[in-house]
């Protein structure tokens, strides 16, 4: 069995391809030039121990101690202002999405992203996807830049699209298999992350201080695409 990191790799590969012929085929999807409005308001959002471990790895080994400990300055002060609690409640409820506080992403440095190649899967697939169940279900995982662009020429067209929510569900159940393997499986938002367990922690360090969640879900692995009617 390939161990859970070069398997997350992998997918993150696998996904840019997609998303790359994704945004070939529909280039209303591609952001303008220059744009960072999602990274300078990024609402807390929810993230695995593996993800942030590939980009913990990539910002120690990329990043200057000066950089890391402003970005950590950083994400311990956002880290504050809400509670665990409310980023899971969030992923079923929008009116307690809207009162989270939206902030500066700490790794956002000079308007690019400083961990790009490293980004978790939230930021990958923002502005390329859609959710398809849940309340949520048919909304556009994207900003309002991006609607705009695509509204017009896509309306009553229908796309192939990637489900964020079949996304997501690939990384939970890679989670489920370092687990299986003894690992440690969590889930925390970005600050959090950062504000407890720096960018390089022991096990012990991490069921000392961890105030995120471990998930066992048992859904199969989701399949290819689907046609979305725009
Ligand atoms: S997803 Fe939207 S806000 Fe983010 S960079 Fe692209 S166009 Fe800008
Ligand atoms: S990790 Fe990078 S892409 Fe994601 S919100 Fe932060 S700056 Fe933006």
Known sequence: MRPPRSLLRQFYAQLDAALAEFEAQYPQ???PEGCCECCLFAP????????YEFLADYARRNLSLTDLARIRAAAEEQAQTYEFAEVV???EDPAVRERLPRTRCPFLEGGLCSVYSARPLACRMFGRTIFTSGPEAGRFNGCAILMEAAQPVLTGQTLKIHSADSLRQKIINLSVLIRMQGGVAAFNTLPKF??????SWSERDLLQNFSGAVFWPEQPFPGQPFSHTW
């Open 89 to 91: 409640a969030a992923e």
């Open 194 to 199: 950062i504000a407890e367990l720096g960018f």
């Open 44 to 51: 807390p959002f929810l993230l695995s121990l593996a993800e």
């Open 29 to 31: 999807f591609l952001c």
